[in-house]
T-cell receptor
Framework: AQSVTQPDIHITVSEGASLELRCNYSYGATPYLFWYVQSPGQGLQLLLKYFSGDTLVQGIKGFEAEFKRSQSSFNLRKPSVHWSDAAEYFCAVESGGSYIPTFGRGTSLIVHP | DAGVTQSPTHLIKTRGQQVTLRCSPISGHKSVSWYQQVLGQGPQFIFQYYEKEERGRGNFPDRFSARQFPNYSSELNVNALLLGDSALYLC???????????FGPGTRLTVT
């Protein structure tokens, strides 16, 4: 069975600082990987996805993520965080063809001015 | 294009009651999924429907049921509500042949 671990429950950064949110997955074959963002009281919005090919993927709002098969990781990065990036971030994994993702428990990003 | 819509926005029910939540997918999306999100956790998969057929079911009791209509909208029903059913219920739709999900704003259910 597939699973996702987001080891950091909370991350606090200063505005303008760089950001990296960690995600580790467990799945035998090549997974489909996603990052979603959820603002308070809102649904989830897709930031980026990885299916195959280039292991560095670009997303919306200046985010990027790198797939590392050897480490079973798909970490989310942003070079300079804005106050509006404060939200909950979820990593998700899907076995190819299932159409049903498994979500991590999320990482809450707090941005200090 | 309008996004995924859900109704109602908020709902308060009493233990033992039944509730129906509604979802309209993005136009052209034939797949609808339902998730339960408890505070502080990620979304937990409940059901997925595609072309009115159940394509997947998560680890939820039989008190939870769903259906999809010919216009691809969907309903989630929960019977015999328990306090533990209090959560944000999210609906998501997916374009044909794609894997990313487009989420609605959710229905906040409170069971007292």
């Amino acid at each position: 069975a597939q699973s996702v671990t987001q080891p950091d429950i909370h991350i606090t950064v200063s505005e303008g600082a760089s950001l990296e949110l960690r995600c580790n997955y467990s799945y035998g074959a090549t997974p489909y990987l996603f990052w979603y963002v959820q603002s308070p009281g809102q649904g989830l919005q897709l930031l980026l996805k990885y299916f195959s090919g280039d292991t560095l993927v670009q997303g919306i709002k200046g985010f990027e993520a790198e797939f590392k098969r050897s480490q079973s990781s798909f970490n989310l990065r942003k070079p300079s965080v804005h106050w509006s990036d404060a939200a909950e971030y979820f990593c998700a994994v899907e076995s190819g063809g299932s159409y049903i993702p498994t979500f991590g428990r999320g990482t809450s990003l707090i941005v200090h001015p | 294009d309008a996004g995924v819509t859900q109704s109602p926005t908020h709902l308060i029910k009493t233990r033992g009651q039944q509730v129906t939540l509604r979802c309209s997918p993005i136009s052209g999306h034939k797949s609808v999924s339902w998730y339960q999100q408890v505070l502080g956790q990620g979304p937990q998969f409940i059901f997925q429907y595609y072309e009115k057929e159940e394509r997947g079911r998560g680890n939820f009791p039989d008190r939870f049921s769903a259906r999809q209509f010919p216009n691809y909208s969907s309903e989630l029903n929960v019977n015999a509500l328990l306090l533990g059913d209090s959560a944000l219920y999210l609906c998501a739709s997916t374009p044909d042949g794609r894997y990313e999900q487009y989420f609605g704003p959710g229905t906040r259910l409170t069971v007292t």
